[in-house]
């Protein structure tokens, strides 16, 4: 199963994660876990949003590497837009 981490820099973890949670929770199943962290359910695949005190932790697995791009800009391109004013960028790491 291919997977990739995002660590995004920011003081605002808790608050983008929220907001990513609740955007896309409108199309997908969202898992609220504790300590602030979410699991968002795509069809082939998931993301996990962890917020650290300076940067937003996001990891995405799933079934195939086709599965994990859309994945990865699904998240990645909504976050962006999210923080567009703070200039967040978002750059995936694939998983060893």
């Known amino acids: 199963m291919p997977s ?6 920011t003081d605002a973890a808790e608050r983008y994660a929220k907001q990513l949670a609740s955007h896309l929770g409108r199309k997908i199943e969202v ?5 602030g ?8 695949g998931d993301a996990v949003l962890t917020p650290e ?3 937003l932790v996001m990891r995405a697995d799933a079934e195939d590497a086709a599965s994990l791009a859309v994945v990865e800009d699904v998240v990645g391109r909504h976050l962006e837009r999210f923080g567009q004013r703070n200039e967040l960028a978002v750059t995936w790491q ?3």
């Open 4 to 9: 990739s981490t995002a660590f995004v820099v």
């Open 31 to 35: 898992e609220e876990l504790p300590d």
């Open 94 to 96: 694939k998983d060893s």
């Open 37 to 44: 962290v979410r699991r968002l359910v795509f069809a082939k």
């Open 53 to 55: 005190p300076e940067r």
